[in-house]
């Protein structure tokens, strides 16, 4: 870890072997609250804070190295950004602080430390008595002021007015066309053929004895379903048939509950073979027939 | 069930429906319709076969008659011309049924009556498939594998789109019903269903190419001179 600590007699300490007490604040009725300091340097509009450290002892290497204060300077990476170094806020000016702060090199990890939020309050983090600390709170400018794009160097579709519109409120007012499969009852409902279908479909369920209305119980499955709408068109491509049909929705059904076995067999094909080759020797005559509502 | 939407009872809206038949969608539906014919069929006088629970035989008075289930789709023939009338006609009144005389399409399979018997092809499933997979324009090959280098589980070539592997193999394994010339090929090509590389696929893809050259081909079924069976036994 490479920490730098700056005091008044501009020397840089690095220290590798640093303790950070993160929970502890001990000096905080000492810190006085960071006023908008008159001393206010004219530098980098983009360096965010400096740290200016008073020791009332005189300290040396080997007291920074062991017990002495660790300040956590929040190096701000723009520093390495060249707009914001040739911009002209950041020409070289007089203040000692301003070429300290260049004379630094960005490190990310203490970079992880700096809140750009946090504007105006630092984070510091010491663990030794022997020091007061006095702020310079950084001169950052609001985001406002600064241009994003230059910040940012991700390029995004608005900036170069490509837009496309969202999808989905893209719903029709318009009735359903008569080449069209309704796709809920909502709509089916509304046109004279659909609603003629599911009557001749109800019908045929209500003729079949395929149901009786009870009343709920609480400890059952009560399984959905749903209408299907399909158009049988002839070979022309002209409309024969409006089909609706009611399914029930298998997949909530419960397995072991609601079901226990749904295996059906399926012809071997060895089979079929047997009994073309049994008819064909034997002369017989082939019938081939197909139920057509196989819900019995 | 719920009631269907539209059609709720005006006095009982909270009731629900009580199945007394099963209805489409169901998981039961196809199990319900089987055993549901199945106890018709064997109240006229059929019997199960042990070898394939979905062929019924009739076997009384010298009559012979033979019915194929495959879910709604039915396939009868016998020796009694008579009974069998008698027998669909008894059918059509139970369930509703379409008469579809001599079968032409059975379960995607063309029969088609030559002068020597029956001849089993599936050039329009075979057709479909080649559209499917976008093979219509491939150039043809003689056959079905390459023979001068075999086909390894790994030689270092890329990965291949294994669903579309096995989507392929699945749609080649129906052909074979018809088709024994391909039934090594597709063996082979189905052992590496787990993990298809390049090679595969290009061997795959030959497949299909052969396919398109015999798309035509299919299996004769000739008429036998006499029917007798015949066993073959192999010492362990």
């Known amino acids: ?296 | 069930m719920q009631q269907p939407r539209g059609f709720i009872h005006s006095e009982f809206p909270q009731h629900v429906c009580k199945l007394k038949k099963a209805i489409y969608g169901l998981r039961q539906t196809p199990r319900a319709w089987q055993y549901s014919f199945k106890a018709y069929v064997l109240s006229v006088g059929f019997c199960t076969s042990l070898s394939d629970p979905s062929l019924f035989i009739y076997n009384k008075q010298g009559v012979h008659a033979f019915l194929l289930v495959y879910v709604d789709d039915l396939l009868l023939t016998g020796s009694n011309a008579r009974f069998l009338h008698q027998f669909m006609t008894e059918l059509s009144t139970k369930f509703s049924l379409k008469q579809l005389g001599f079968p032409h399409y059975f379960l995607g399979i063309e029969i088609i009556p030559t002068k020597y018997g029956l001849l089993l092809s599936q050039h329009d499933y075979i057709r479909e498939l080649l559209e499917k997979f976008n093979m219509l324009g491939a150039k043809s090959v003689n056959t079905p594998l390459c023979m001068t280098t075999p086909v390894k589980l790994n030689d270092g070539s890329a990965a291949a789109d294994s669903k579309l592997f096995r989507s392929i193999i699945g749609a080649l394994q129906y052909i074979t019903l018809n088709r024994p010339d391909l039934s090594f090929a597709i063996n082979k090509l189905s052992q590496f269903k787990h993990q298809p590389i390049q090679v595969h696929f290009q061997q795959l893809k030959r497949v299909v190419r052969y396919l398109k050259l015999t798309i035509n081909h299919g299996l004769k079924l000739a008429k036998p001179p006499y029917l007798k069976l015949h066993a073959f036994t192999d010492a362990d």
Not at chain 1, 41 to 46: I, K, L, R
Not at chain 1, 70 to 81: E, G, K
Not at chain 1, 147 to 159: E, G, I, Y
């Open chain 1, 1 to 296: 870890m490479h920490i730098f600590a700056l005091n008044h007699c501009h020397i840089i300490y690095v220290s590798r072997h640093v303790n950070f007490v993160e929970n502890s604040f001990p000096y905080q009725s000492i810190i006085k609250p960071f006023p908008t300091c008159p001393l206010i340097p004219q530098y980098d509009s983009t360096l965010h804070s400096i740290i200016h450290v008073k020791k009332g002892q005189n300290t040396n290497i080997n007291e920074f190295s062991n017990s002495a204060p660790v300040f956590v300077v929040p190096t701000p990476s723009l520093l390495l950004q060249p707009e914001s170094s040739s911009s002209p806020l950041s020409e070289p000016s007089l203040s000692p602080q301003h070429e300290l702060s260049l004379s630094l090199q960005p490190d990310p990890s203490l970079s992880l430390q700096h809140e750009p939020t946090s504007v105006g309050i630092p984070v510091i983090k010491y663990n030794s008595p022997s020091s007061t600390i006095n702020f310079v709170p950084d001169q950052v400018p609001s985001l406002e002021s600064n241009n994003p794009v230059q910040r940012d160097p991700l390029v995004t579709r608005s900036q170069h007015n490509i837009f496309k519109p969202k999808k989905i409120f893209v719903v029709t007012k318009h009735d359903l066309q008569e080449n069209l499969e309704p796709s809920t009852i909502t709509q089916a409902l509304k046109i004279s053929h659909w609603i003629d279908a599911c009557s001749a479909e109800f019908n045929a369920l209500m003729n079949n004895g395929t149901w009786t209305l009870v009343p709920r119980l609480s400890h059952t499955n009560v399984v959905g379903c749903k209408w299907l709408f399909q158009i049988k068109r002839n070979s022309d491509g002209s409309v024969s048939q409006y089909k609706a049909r009611l399914v029930a929705k298998g997949f909530t059904q419960t397995p072991g509950l609601d079901f226990k076995e749904i295996f059906a067999p399926v012809v071997k094909t060895q089979t079929i073979k047997v009994v073309l080759t049994l008819a064909l020797g034997q002369g017989w005559s082939l019938h081939q027939m197909d139920v057509n509502n196989s819900f019995l």
